[in-house]
């Protein structure tokens, strides 16, 4: 088993950046890729990043390139998401997923899921 659990959401104006984290336990991740979802209210949970066991690979959801970065140190068993000129269509509560094997953008692949982190960006 895999719990994870996200931090570093809160409260920025538009333009401002936060830094979300997902620390993992329970297994170490070096063998799991990792996803980031978002979900705001009345809409479907839509993805995010993802990136994979290695680190080496990365994927960006459109809205998301060239403002967020997906990393992970797998020294420290976690996960990491720089989000940088947000904006208020970026308010949601984030969730960050590991499954094994390669990275996928389809929520429905993912086995282990954190509780979710808000994000409200304030215009």
């Known amino acids: 088993q895999v719990q994870l659990v996200e931090s570093g959401g809160g409260l920025v104006q538009a333009g401002g950046s936060l830094r979300l984290s997902c620390a993992a336990s329970?297994?170490?991740?070096?063998?799991?890729?990792m996803g980031w979802f978002r979900q705001a209210p009345g809409k479907e949970r839509e993805f995010v990043a993802g990136i994979s066991a290695s680190g080496g690979a990365t994927d960006h959801a459109e809205s998301a390139k060239g403002r967020f970065i997906i990393s992970r140190d797998n020294t420290k068993n976690m996960g990491f998401l720089q989000m940088n000129d947000l904006k208020p269509e970026d308010t949601a509560v984030y969730y960050c997923?590991?499954?094994?094997?390669?990275?996928?953008?389809?929520?429905?692949?993912?086995?282990?899921w954190g509780q979710g982190t808000q994000v409200t960006v304030s215009s």
């Open positions: 997923a590991a499954r094994p094997a390669w990275a996928s953008p389809v929520s429905r692949d993912y086995r282990y």
């Open positions: 329970g297994r170490t991740l070096t063998s799991y890729a």
